[in-house]
């Protein structure tokens, strides 16, 4: 299993999965001749991916997504309800090739299967992702809202994870946001913060790697998410970020 993340945060979202002969995007945030050139730096090209699976409504996972079906000619999953909330906010244009599913279903693409799994987090419908193929098993785990049920015990099951690290908390104290905001981020349906993260990756005891995703521009600095994981976890994990503006490297499992 090969994987990479495009982009990771609030200036949008896309993580590509490719296991065998199936080839998967996860979300739709950047824009389409970003993707294509993004992908093609891997030697990847975006109209050969078999389906665009959206978590959730937000504009930095979705607001894409028409252009990748139409233009690409991509399928399209998500959940019903994700994308009727997303169609009253964000022109995505009219679509064809949609499937829908279900919260907590499986999804089947020959050899792998992608367990969806609900959030608390505040979208509409929101879900996170684990793959399974060939005995490997991947996890897309960003936008979680906190620390839910069941989450510690997943991460022991994984090989590699895609795992939000979004803020630390002094500069979100400290920093630009206002009252409201703050609290949403480090709410029960916001987002992660760094040391909870490196508490669920301490209990990755069969992680080869784990990326740290979504982390937040004005919140948190590559170099204190990595400080503060390094400080909990061993040194032996390898630790990886995903970037603003950039794709990280081909993480293989």
Sequence with gaps: MISFSLQSGSNGNSIYVEAGNVRLLFDAGICGS??????ATHGRDIRRVDAVIVSHDHADHIRHAGVYER????????????????QKKIKLGP????????????????TVSVHTIPTPHDGADGVVFVLDSGGKRLGILTDLGHVFDGLPQLVPTLDGVFLESNYDPA????????????????GPHGHISNGEAAELLREGKNLQWACLAHLSEKNNYPRIALDTHRKILSDTLDLHIAGRHQTTALLKL
């Design 95 to 110: 679509l064809k090739r949609v499937h829908h599913f279900m919260a907590g279903g499986t999804l089947d693409f020959g």
């Design 34 to 39: 970003e993707a294509e050139r993004r992908l």
């Design 171 to 186: 500069m979100l104290e400290h920093g630009p946001y206002p009252a409201f905001l703050k609290n949403r981020i480090k």
């Design 71 to 86: 233009k690409f000619g991509l399928p399209l999953f998500i959940t019903q309800k994700t994308l009727r909330e997303a």
